[in-house]
């Protein structure tokens, strides 16, 4: 009756995870646990998101304005990383998987409290907490995919990526709508150490992940340790593959580096027409809903649409997805550039990226060797992307200052942007297929029906030798 009553409950378990893709009989666990670890992570992030929005938005710095001075501080993130990468790579070949995430969660908590006293001081900390809120972000959850990239195959992690990524678009909406309600009673300094608590919690978690059995599918990964790599960029400057994704991350992120100045200035100049007093919480209020709409949206297409997705046009089809969308969103800018309009465009374009997007970026790995999932993809999931970022800023700057683009502009400059994001998906899509083995199979070809036949007869030495048997 036991085994029975036992039996029943994983039935019912198996087909709650069919609800959202095809997760099999003893992966459930891991799954749940992946996804709660990414739930936190985002979470997190979102508190940190809306703090940081206010912060740089109505701080000025040598006459620059926020929304200028917020493009320029992203754009300063790529040269931190260059000195911060080198590091984390020479950490990442010389401990385990679990001491390296210990680590990291660690910094992370104790940068938030020196930035809270620093703040509570009165110190200026827009700028460097917005610099540091993006590598965070970033190293975070290439970290955590990282993780999730070594424990599953291909096959697996086709299955299961979409499933997982369920936890953090959850997050995100968690942790947004947070930030909504308690900006205001709790402050900024308040959800800091809110985001703090949720990384010590996530410590606790990423251990019991690290326990837990293999994959179950019979095409477990290697676990031989990673290899003390050569360099970062030097992996990176050495793979075809990783370049055409490294590409790919710098034309996504300048495009939407491009269409989050659009959205800022918009929104800082609706702002504008408040009294000062109400500036701060009026631009965290509409940070607060527009992330809030932006992951409820990227939330249903994570549940129910990326995983079926994956498993009905593969990782090189949905590729495809997100620069369609944008296509579509900056059309639209470019001919009603008003601040409804920007806003449900980036609303798209975002949550499609935070769902469809950043699954596809994760299943790109799954074919590659240890040292390219943990310290390539770390390299290119940061570097890259802030690479993207300080290209914004530079064309900001020029398109601003030399050219004086109006939000319009912006729209149809990131239009052409987009075209060559397309061709770059096209390259990896074609790399992708020879290194998962889907390339088309040759068949040889047979001789002319007017070529002669070369015979060649064996030698009789084998008893089982029949001489009638020939060899084209």
């Not at 996804?35 to 997190?44: E, M, R």
């Not at 096959?155 to 909504?180: D, H, K, N, T, Y």
């Not at 959205?263 to 209020?285: C, M, N």
């Amino acid at each position: 009756m036991a085994d029975g009553a036992d039996s029943e409950r994983r039935g019912r378990g198996i087909g709650f995870w069919r609800i959202f893709g095809d997760v099999r009989r003893g992966e459930g666990t891991r799954v749940a646990l992946l996804g709660l670890q990414i739930f936190l992570l985002l979470s997190a992030y979102y508190l940190l998101k809306t703090v940081r929005e206010p912060l740089i938005l109505l701080s000025r710095f040598r006459g620059l304005g926020g929304a200028e001075l917020k493009i320029y501080a992203t754009s300063a993130q790529a040269l931190l990383l260059l000195a911060v990468l080198p590091l984390y790579a020479r950490l990442a070949s010389r401990v385990s998987r679990l001491v390296l995430i210990y680590f990291t969660l660690i910094a992370f908590i104790l940068s938030l409290g020196l930035f809270i006293a620093l703040g509570a001081a009165g110190k200026p900390i827009a700028a460097p907490f917005y610099m540091w809120l993006g590598i965070v972000s970033l190293l975070g959850i290439a970290q955590f995919w990282s993780l999730a990239v070594d424990l599953y195959s291909r096959e697996a992690g086709e299955r299961l990526f979409g499933v997982i990524a369920i936890g953090g678009a959850a997050g995100a909406i968690a942790g947004s709508q947070l930030a909504r309600r308690l900006i205001e009673p709790l402050g900024i300094y308040g959800l800091m150490a809110m985001a703090g608590a949720l990384y010590a919690l996530a410590l606790a978690i990423v251990t019991i992940i690290d326990g837990k059995p293999a994959a179950t599918d019979g095409e477990a990964p290697r676990r031989a340790p990673a290899a003390a790599s050569t360099g970062s960029l030097g992996l990176v400057m050495r793979d075809r593959y990783l370049l055409l994704i490294g590409a790919l991350l710098i034309f996504v992120n300048l495009v939407n580096t491009q269409g989050e100045y659009i959205l800022a200035d918009a929104v800082k100049t609706h702002a504008e027409a408040f009294p000062s007093v109400a500036r701060q919480a009026i631009i965290g209020r509409f940070y607060g809903a527009f992330y809030g709409a932006v992951n409820a949206l990227a939330f249903i297409v994570q549940s129910f649409l990326v995983a079926r997705l994956l498993k009905v046009g593969g990782t090189r089809r949905a590729l495809f997805l997100l620069p369609c969308v944008a296509l579509a969103g900056y059309g639209a800018i470019a001919l009603f550039p008003s601040l409804v309009v920007i806003a449900l465009a980036k609303a798209a374009e975002n949550s499609f990226d935070y769902s469809i997007e950043t699954t596809v970026e994760q299943t790109l790995f799954l074919p590659t060797t240890r040292e390219i999932k943990y310290n390539g993809k770390a390299t290119v999931d940061t570097i890259c992307v802030r690479l993207g970022d300080l290209a914004a800023g530079g064309l900001v700057m020029i398109c601003l200052h030399v050219f004086s683009l109006s939000r319009r502009g912006f729209a149809v400059a990131n239009l052409a942007l987009v075209a060559i994001w397309m061709a770059i998906a096209v390259a990896i899509a074609r790399r992708h297929r020879v290194l998962a083995g889907d390339g088309p199979v040759r068949t040889p070809r047979r001789p002319s029906p007017v070529q002669p036949v070369t015979v060649e007869v064996e030698p009789a030495t084998d008893p089982d030798f029949d001489p009638t048997v020939i060899r084209r």
